[in-house]
């Protein structure tokens, strides 16, 4: 009876939850029309990176300013004449946030409305109204400026206020791989820590635990503000005081009806705290630890952290495949290092060299050690994986299993952990289920990447990995880490779509914008085989062969065809010419019967050439030359090869102005995609038809 009662609490509260979301999501609307070009606001937050500038700024509504500096002194007096609390007035022009424009990856208007932002403010001119009025955003900058004067003051601001802004990239990707994120992210593991200290303290003034519970709420009120009111920390100071008060008023609430409340709080406030993955794990965590725990036998401190860990990792496990892509299973075991080394050394020396700096080379020390053990951790990759991504659900079918299969272990009964291990077998290999070609034309800016995956696991091909010039900048405008296409769209994508390695990579030709990334894709990723096209290398083709001979990767150069099963990819007329463009690889192949032509950046005396060569006609899908430059495309090869879709690859906004209007005019006839404004494009050829799906 009292497990039903409890059953119908939860379901019901679970209900609530759903509709509020939902009510919330439909009623929670900007303030702003995104017409306005002068907003005034206070300064909450800023970050410089290189000439950028970033200020979230609470106006009628937060809102994020761009801006960039145009010469060093402005940068320079910015940091002197501007603060945090400062009244401010940007003249710009409102944009909306950007979404992932590639499938599964990043959704910076996601994460941008998980933090109740929903406009980008591009500025022109900013300029300062008036003094800094807030006490506390004062108290903040202060502590800040505090913080940047002592030694490892990165790591104190990023392990005490969870500021991860000035974090090596390297770091972020390390602690990431060994699935111990969780552990430098502001958490219920911090707060704990935090109260035990202040407790400690207290209890030697008075007993009075209503004083205690009065200087706990101001302090985890102005540590809640300190970190800018992450969710995470948000969530584990309002069940802690919740806890309190149920231990002091002695009510008979469950601890699990308590977090819910503080879930049902927050949603109401933020519906969309939904995609901020700190919100997401923290309360997941924490349901399950909460849930599992009254199942678990009190056992010795480090068997304990184990079961813990756990239970902690399978929970997680759903959203680390639909987010990242990639499992660690060895996470459980780091954890019974790090999780002590953390939490018992680190983090208490860096509260304590808060106060007392002298003692900074203690947390050299373990600083040290820390990153060393990293780094051994990291070279361990025997049980990490890569799933491709999954809907939602997908993910509460993974909850289901996993739950029952925690509940079994837990009884010491194993057999569901077998039917959860047999699941991830399955998803592991789910390409070989997969059966039908697929084309994607990744949108990787002012570049081109295409990848082919050919039914049932037979062979995973990409055509070039685009590239970014980065041109010769001043110090001051050079950014902490310059933005990657492999580590932001070619490798996350692969995985997500559940491919581990390339049974090809196809470089149509030298330029940086088609091979510019080549080096680091291949010492990243695995790559079978390397395909060049005829010529004569050039600089970046010499130093990718020297890779490709270190990691003995097999290569070819000028070849006239690739047999992979019952599919031919043809690559036409390999004869060589005096420029960089028309020695480009242009590949035909059959997929299904439709046909798809690649033209790579091929001009027009080639095009000429393989209308001489070849009979091509009708053809389905084709990838237009050069990213619809005016050098390409020619109006007699357009009539002849008679296109019905045709794709371009081009960089939103690029410099070029790409793709151009007469080239338009000529494809016109056929259905036209674009990366700059479709994002990636995905075709699926089934038997009879293909399906068209754009990631915007």
Known sequence: MKNSRTILQYSILTVLVLVFLCLRIIFLKSSYSGNETSITGTILSYQI???????????????MVQYYFKEEQEKLNFTEQYHLGNQIEVIGILKQPSRNRNFHLFNYQ?????????????????????????????????LFQQMDKMENAIYLKYLLLGDSSGIDATWKKETSFLGISHLFAISGMHIHLFVGMILWILKKVTKKEQFHLIVLTIF???????????????????FFLLLQIKRLCKWKISSLFLLLLVLLGMLFYNPFYCYHLGFVFSFLISFSLLYFGKYQKKQNYFKQLFQTSWIAFWMGVPILIHNFFQVNF????????????VSLLLFPVCVICLFFPFLNSILDILLFILEKCMRFGNQITLLQFSFSAISLPIIVGYYIVIVYALYSFLKKRYIPFFILILLLFTHYHITVWNPNPTLTMLDVGQGDSLLITLPH?????????????SYNQKSWQQKKKEYSINESVLIPYLRSVGIHSLDYLILTHGDYDHMGEAIHFIEHFKVEQVILNCGEYNALE???????????????????????????LQFLNTKEYDNENDNSSVIYTKLNDFQFLFMGDAGMEKENDIMKQYQIENIDVLKVGHHGSNTSSSKEFINQISPKLSLISAGENNRYKHPKNEVLDILSHSQIFRTDKNGSIKITITKNAYKIKTCL
């Open 330 to 341: 060895l996470t459980p075991i780091w954890n019974l290092f790090f999780v002590p080394f």
């Open 110 to 142: 996601n994460y941008l409305k998980s933090k109740k932002i929903f406009w980008i403010l591009e500025g022109d001119k900013i300029t300062r109204i008036s003094e800094n009025q807030s006490i506390l955003l004062s108290w903040k900058e202060k």
């Open 542 to 568: 010499h130093e990718l062969l020297k890779v490709l001979e270190q990691k003995n990767i097999d290569y070819y150069n000028c070849v006239r065809e690739l047999n992979i099963g019952k599919y031919r």
């Open 49 to 63: 990176d290189g000439n950028q500038l970033k200020i979230e700024i609470q106006a009628k509504e937060k809102i």
């Open 220 to 238: 985890l009120s102005f540590y809640c503000f300190l970190t800018s009111f992450s969710p995470s920390v948000v969530r584990a100071s309002a």
């Open 457 to 469: 696991s037979q062979g995973n091909i990409l055509i070039d990995t685009g590239g970014i010039m």
